[in-house]
């Protein structure tokens, strides 16, 4: 397997490199955002780890830069900023993962293989759709009654999720594991504040709603009005 790390400091990222090789992981490093967006657009990765405070743009920026690239490779952000608010950031601007620093080589290890393994495991139909609402994996374009929905990729992985599972109730537990990653703190709101934003969109003009909660047990997406 190998990785990408992108990090300013060269002891932490000397420390990374010898802790992922003991995992048996290649990994190259870059040392700013712009050779961190070249080695990125290049393909060759199984995985990204991102300081968010680098040379050049910040970690967030080039995460959305690497996406707005069609580049979905698999990215950690991995910083020493820890609030809800950068969390947030981190998955809007397109992470898969968000780790702490300071933090074990073992959890990273696990978070790496996590991925890699969700990564494997997805399957999404190509073009999925519920009533009025489309979907397209490949174009990663939403839109409902016709009319194209901007959504955040946390917000696109929300849907696609949903949209997989029409008719089945997804507990706020499962959600976390499978789009923020199986570590998540499901304490905070940040699951209804994405959920919120994602019903408010694909509602906007339109008196159906789609995601409905079930009290106590999570959410659905189906054909039903009724909360």
Known sequence: MRILLVEDNPKIAAFVKIGMER????IDNAYDSAM???LALSGKYDVIILDVIIPGISG???CKKIRNNNNFTPIIMLTSLDSVEDKVTGFDSGADDYLVKPFSFQELCARIKALVRRTKDAIVTPEMKVLDLELDS????VK???????LTPTEYKLLELFMSNKNKVLSRILL???VWGYSFNTGTNVIDVHINSLRNKINKDSGHKLINTKKGFGYVLNDDEQE
């Not at 490949?138 to 374009?141: E, R, V, Y």
């Not at 009654?145 to 901007?150: A, D, G, M, Q, W």
């Open 144 to 150: 409902r009654n016709n009319k194209e929905i901007f």
């Open 60 to 62: 967030f920026e080039l």
């Open 23 to 26: 995992c048996n992981y290649l």
């Open 36 to 38: 961190g967006e070249k």
């Open 138 to 141: 490949i174009s990663k374009k």
């Open 176 to 178: 976390a594991e499978k």
